[in-house]
């Protein structure tokens, strides 16, 4: 299989994920890792809510520019950032935009981040900005989740991960990953400031169950982390699971470093349905790196209903031949 390099959407989209990460490290560095982090909440004026605004204004303005018709379907709003209290914060962001794109200001910063509120439909942008932002405050994984869909088919999907290596190792503080994926072309990895050095992802080819690492979120929030124990123990798994932030995960199951990656519905949440820019770019990098993706009761995610996957509950991720038997064993064990 071979990339193409030349496509102007993935030549885009490779881009605009560098630069971004780029950006997100350095708020990373200056605002997060120098400060406490025992000050920082998500609604104050705080690294992560600057780093999500500025990331995304980013990405919002390189979009625009290069397919103007294109709508955007990502994370953030300014309803907030615009009132008079958010000042600081609103300049902090346009302060680190204005480090990548001259020019920026108030007011067309907050419209490129507006762009960003579109209805899924037909051809467009999914953008997580900063995945796994409690990672992201820990000083530990994060992405930045690009991925274009078209009429409910994720096409492309780009994960800039600065914190793992491109054998799928965590690596805080190294050079980080750049992963993309293209629909029949292959899912492939390179070194975050080296784009040229592409390598293929491949899933590891276990075919046995008791065998396989689980991946899943480090948040024990995000998913059902008692029925991920009761699966594991049922089915003679032994390895410890891999715990990880964001769609990070997603790339170390496409590396071969883990063999089924669980969402399962929080036991307080059992209705919450998966955001799409939490998902598009990860299916992508998965399938093509021949795993399979499913929702918790092994239906394909169904991109075509808005801004969360209303038709769907839960994800599975895996290496592809232990697809059904995860789906299988974990309806035997829920119902
Ligand atoms: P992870 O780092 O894998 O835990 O995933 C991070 C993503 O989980 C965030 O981008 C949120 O959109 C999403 N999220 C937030 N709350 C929940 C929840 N209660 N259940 C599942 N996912 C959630
Ligand atoms: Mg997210």
């Not at 204005?98 to 942008?125: K, Q, S, Y």
């Not at 994800?315 to 059904?324: E, F, K, M, P, R």
């Amino acid at each position: 299989m071979t990339l193409n390099l030349d496509a102007p959407e993935t030549r885009l989209a490779l881009k605009a994920v560098r630069r971004a990460a780029d950006l997100a490290g350095q708020v990373q560095k200056e605002l997060v890792l120098a400060s406490s982090t025992a000050t920082i909440t998500k609604d104050d004026l705080s690294p992560v809510t600057v780093a999500d605004y500025a990331v995304q204004a980013l990405v919002a303005h390189q979009l625009l520019q290069a397919f103007p018709n294109d709508d955007l379907v990502a994370e953030e709003g300014t309803a907030s950032l615009r009132a008079a209290e958010c000042g600081p914060t609103l300049d902090a962001v346009v302060s680190f935009v204005g480090r990548h794109l001259a020019g920026a200001a108030r007011e067309n910063v907050c419209e490129w981040i507006d762009r960003g509120g579109a209805t899924p439909n037909g051809r467009f942008w999914v953008l997580d900005p900063i995945d796994g932002t409690k990672g992201f405050l820990r000083g530990d994984q994060y992405a930045i989740a690009l991925a274009l869909i078209e009429n409910g088919v994720v096409q492309l999907g780009v994960l800039g991960c600065p914190n793992l290596n491109t054998d799928g190792t965590p690596n805080v503080g190294g050079v980080g990953a750049l992963a993309v994926a293209v629909r029949g072309q292959g899912s492939w990895i390179a070194p975050l400031n080296q784009p040229e050095q592409w390598t293929p992802l491949r899933v590891s080819a276990t075919a046995t169950l008791a065998e396989s690492r689980i991946l899943r979120s480090f948040e024990t929030r995000h998913t059902n982390v008692m029925q991920i124990e009761n699966f594991m123990r049922v089915n003679g798994l032994t390895q410890p699971p891999v715990l990880m932030d964001s769609q990070v995960k997603y790339v170390v199951l496409a590396a071969g470093r883990g063999e089924v990656l669980f969402r399962l519905p929080p036991p307080d949440k059992l209705n919450y349905r998966e955001k799409i820019w939490d998902q598009a770019a990860g299916l992508i990098v998965v399938e093509e790196a021949g795993g399979r993706v499913t929702d918790a009761r092994g239906a394909a995610l169904d991109f075509k209903h808005g801004r969360a996957l209303e038709r769907n509950s839960g994800v599975i991720a895996s290496n592809g031949v232990l697809h059904t038997a995860v789906v299988q064993a974990l309806s035997a064990l829920v119902g």
